[in-house]
């Protein structure tokens, strides 16, 4: 299972953008990093993922490094809502995939 | 479209019981997670389970049993609680031709007194 390194916290003034890296430097190359985040006294929600390529969709856009070592979550606009812990998890995509190991993650604090 | 849920919301237990938790997972939905999460801590992952067989577990005792159902509802099992057993108890449900995009429920807080 790869290993992921994420800082322990960090914070984001609200309207700003919201950039939150991850080190996945032992990434499998059929591995995508998925991205989750957890706020508090609720269970995980999903955000995006992605393999090589950056994604974007409503939520946030995901960039990954060319290598795949690491990958930066961007929320554009964060709002108070935004506040949680943020997880990294590189996993595969095959129909028999289901186990999510869940690291620290990075508490993000929304200030206003 | 309800989304997953789970009962009980809460649950107290002593040393020693046996408890169920039971999770019912999003529409369209056939395979179902158990995740435990520890105060402070990520969830850690027990075991999945579709077409109703545990298909990957994770480095849980065999005190954590679990079932599926035809419905694809779940159910997991801990015998003998202990202290320790004391968690949120989480269940996520995804469909498996979309990788691993899963929708987890509220989850299930324990406590073993």
């Not at chain 1, 390529?53 to 606009?77: F, G, Q, V, Y």
């Not at chain 1, 998890?89 to 620290?104: D, M, R």
């Not at chain 2, 997972?25 to 545990?54: C, M, N, R």
Request: aromatic content about 10%; overall charge neutral.
């Amino acid at each position: 299972d790869a290993k992921t390194t994420q800082p322990p916290s960090m914070d984001c003034a609200e309207g700003r953008a919201a950039n939150l890296p991850c080190n996945h430097s032992t990434i499998s190359g059929n591995e995508y990093v998925y991205w989750y985040r957890q706020i508090h006294s609720q269970g995980p929600q999903y955000i995006i993922h992605g393999l090589k390529n950056n994604e974007t969709n409503e939520m946030a856009s995901l960039i990954i490094t060319e290598d795949r070592k690491s990958s930066t979550l961007i929320l554009p606009h964060a709002t108070l809502r935004d506040t949680a812990v943020y997880y990294c998890i590189p996993s595969g995509f095959s129909s028999n995939t289901g186990k999510l190991i869940f690291g620290q993650g990075t508490t993000l604090q929304v200030k206003p | 479209d309800a989304g997953v849920t789970q009962s009980p919301t809460h649950l107290i237990k002593t040393r020693g019981q046996q408890v169920t938790l039971r999770c019912s997972p999003k529409s369209g939905h056939d395979t179902v997670s158990w995740y435990q999460q520890a105060l402070g801590q990520g969830p850690q992952f027990i075991f999945q389970y579709y077409e109703e067989e545990e298909r990957q577990r994770g480095n849980f005792p065999d005190r954590f049993s679990g079932h599926q159902f035809p419905n694809y509802s779940s159910e997991l099992n801990v015998n003998a609680l202990l202290l320790g057993d004391s968690a949120l108890y989480l269940c996520a449900s995804r469909s498996r031709d979309r990788g691993n995009e899963q929708f987890f429920g509220p989850g299930t807080r324990l406590t073993v007194l």
